[in-house]
Every structure is written in structure tokens, then in C-alpha cells.
């Protein structure tokens, strides 16, 4: 299937913006929606709406079956041993706030570390802040190369014995990066340590088998994956699930209610507290029967290959900076032109139909590193074509004209 098929099934992108053909470069911040997805979340409210493991007639009994089906299709995306070991939550930011909350708490102690990077989103940057002020422990950082990169020479030496916890974005959201998951894994846990792992970057773009990186807890949000807003996973290996708290309490998960105590259900219900994300779930199974028909690995070539060329076109304008490494990177290309702010650069853009992101993308202190406030950012996806960069290239060339630089 080439790139045209698959713009086809994108409904949104057959429209103009501001007099000219969307080109939709916003894809690290969200991905559109194949009509296979919304078609699907159709047909559940259509067909099947009901609530889930509660009532016994049929529209509750398909509703069930669609929700656990999808929750199947996950764990065999992420190679999970099994279903018990797949959470459904609102996305990668809860994902994340639960094992902080649940695990982190209850492990980390004064003169313990938890080590992360100096490149995470403030999802897996803020959750861990909390956790060492809440326990005494102290946060490290693994620090990052010239080029945003880490060595895993200094990964070994920030993961000492005294590390309970470290916690890192498999593909950064500033500079592309796609950092040494698996062998970072093999450091902490020759320390002692449990590893999580920040999907919300790597999981639409490339094959994950959580079992062969060997993380501890991967985290990831369905709406970066051609699936809908508010939902996501937080995978977790069984025997460290079974025995964190919940962090959430009512109806959904529990077991037996008593009027001074109560107990939990069995994994992986525990920690779904209220009435589940169903649609949700429906959407995200869609969406991954979608790009698994397309191919991970085959979005992932035309990703690599998408990127080379606007690195390559990127790079000829005068007074652009790109950040992050020139190659083995992701589909993403983070650069700031001269001094116009990011924000004119993307106001500029947006006249032209192009939706890029500017702003600090959710990490302030990987700004603070790269001496920017803020930066202009390009992600490309499975539906993106090389028309599609020459678009942006000659809206960039047009910004350095409307802000009098001279064209280079």
C-alpha cells in the first residue's frame, strides 16, 4: 500500500487550510484518525454502547467482549505475556503518575536515587520530582551528549545500587532521539533497579516487544497512534503489578466491600477504578489492527526515509538550527529559524496550510540545555509525502522573506 492509498483513509486531511491543501506536520503531538478507527468507535456507540463486566444482557455482554478484545490485541502488539499484564488508563501521563504514585512511593526511601534525563517530557519528569520529595530519595540525570544523545558509559555510572527506579523516553519529543532502552534495562537491573520506559514517541513508529527491552513498565497514549483521545496503556511486568496499590477507588475495581475495608480485583481490573474508557479502547484496538496491516516495520522506512530528505532540504536554509543528532533519529525535526520566534514562525506557516508545533514541547529544562525558550517542530507519519516537506521548506523560505532575512 503506498502513501496516496493510505491518505485516502484519512478523512481530515482532504480539506484546505487558509486557501491552500493541509499539510499536517503535528504528528508527535497527535496523529489523524483512518476511517477503520472512527468507523469502529461508530459502531460501538451505534451497536454496542453499554457498560462492561456488569450487566448480563447482550448489548453489556458485547460491549465487554469488544473492550477485553481490545485489550487482546494489546498485549500481543506489545508482546506482554499476557492480558493480566495490560492497563488501560487515559495515556502515557497517567500511565506514568501510576507507578510513581503506586510503586515509587512505596520502594523509594531517604538515600535512594531515581534516575531519569535531562530530555524527558514533563510527564516523566514531574511524577518523579513528587516521588523524591515525597520519600527523601534524590533524582539524578543521566547527561546528555553534545548532540542530545546518551552514552551508555555515563548511564553507567549515574545507575548505582542506591538506584530504586529509573525512568526514560524510548524517543525524545525535542530532538528525536531514540535512546538505548534495552541496554540501559541491562544496567539498572544488574543494580537492582526496575526500569520504565516513556512509549508515547517510539510506540507508533516502530515495533516494541516489551519482553525482548525487558522494561519493567512501558507507558503509551492511543491518540499519537491513529487511535482516540483518552486512552492509553501502562504495561507492567505481573509480579511487580500485583503487588502496588491502586491509586484510584470505586466501582469497577473491587472485589469485596465491607464497611471498614475492602478488597481489590484480580489484575489487570484493579486499576481500572470507575467506568472504563470503553470507545476508547475500541478506537485504540482499531488502530492497531490499521498499522499492523500497514506494517511497523514498512511506516518505520518511510519514516527514515521521509526524515533524511527533510533533514537534507532543512539543512540548505540559511539561518536554520536543527537540534538533536543529523542521523539515527526519528520522524521528527525540532529547528529554529534565526531569531523569529517559534510561534510567528508557526503563525506564518499556518497561513500557508502548514501545521507544525512551536513552544517548548513540555520540557523546560531541555530548553533551558539548547539555550532556547522555545523551538519550531516538524513530525512526520505514515500519511506524510516529500511534497509534503518541499511544502513546508518553501513556507520557511517565505517566513525568512516576510521577517526581511535574505534567502539562503
Known sequence: MNTLQIREMFPILHQEING?????????????????????????????????????????????????????????????????????VRGTTTAINIVAASYGRAVCQEGDEIVIT??????????????????????????????????LEDAEQTITDRTKIVALTYVSNVLGVINPVRDIARIAHRHGAKI?????????????????????????????MCGPTGI???YGKKQLLEQMEPIEFGGEMI??????????????WKF??????????????????FLQEIGLDEIERHEKKLTAYAMDRLSAIGDLQIYGPRHERSGLITFNLGDIHPHD????????????RAGHH????????????????????????????????DSLIKTKEYFGYAIG
Not at 272 to 289: F, M, Q, S
Request: hydrophobic letters at 40%; glycine letters at 6%; a negative charge.
Open 20 to 88: 491552500h491543501p493541509l499539510v499536517y506536520l503535528d504528528n508527535a503531538a497527535t496523529a489523524q484518525k483512518p476511517l477503520q478507527v472512527i468507523e469502529a468507535v461508530k459502531r460501538y456507540y451505534e451497536h454496542d454502547n453499554a457498560n462492561v463486566h456488569r450487566g448480563v444482557h447482550t448489548l453489556g455482554s458485547r460491549a465487554t467482549d469488544v473492550y477485553e478484545g481490545a485489550r487482546d490485541k494489546v498485549a500481543r502488539f506489545l508482546h506482554a505475556r499476557s492480558t493480566e499484564e495490560v492497563v488501560f
Open 345 to 356: 514562525v508557526a503563525t506564518v506557516l499556518d497561513a500557508e496550510g502548514v501545521a507544525i
Open 118 to 151: 535531562p530530555m524527558e517530557h514533563h510527564s516523566n519528569l514531574i511524577p518523579w520530582q513528587q516521588v523524591a520529595k515525597a520519600t527523601g530519595a534524590t533524582l539524578k540525570y543521566i547527561p546528555l551528549q553534545e548532540d542530545g544523545t546518551i552514552s
Open 255 to 268: 472485589d469485596h466491600v465491607d464497611l471498614y475495608d475492602s478488597t481489590w480485583k484480580e489484575l489487570p
Open 196 to 224: 520504565l520506559v516513556d512509549g508515547a514517541q517510539s510506540t507508533p513508529h516502530m515495533k516494541v516487544d516489551v519482553q525482548d527491552l525487558d522494561c519493567d513498565f512501558y507507558a503509551f497514549s492511543g491518540h499519537k
Open 232 to 234: 492509553g496503556v501502562l
Open 362 to 393: 513540555c520540557c523546560q529544562p531541555l530548553m533551558r540545555r539548547l539555550n532556547a525558550s522555545a523551538t519550531a517542530r516538524a513530525s512526520f507519519y505514515l500519511y506524510n509525502t516529500e511534497e509534503e516537506v518541499d511544502r513546508l521548506v
Open 272 to 289: 481500572e477504578g470507575g467506568t472504563p474508557i470503553i470507545a476508547g479502547a475500541v478506537g485504540l484496538g482499531a488502530a492497531i489492527d
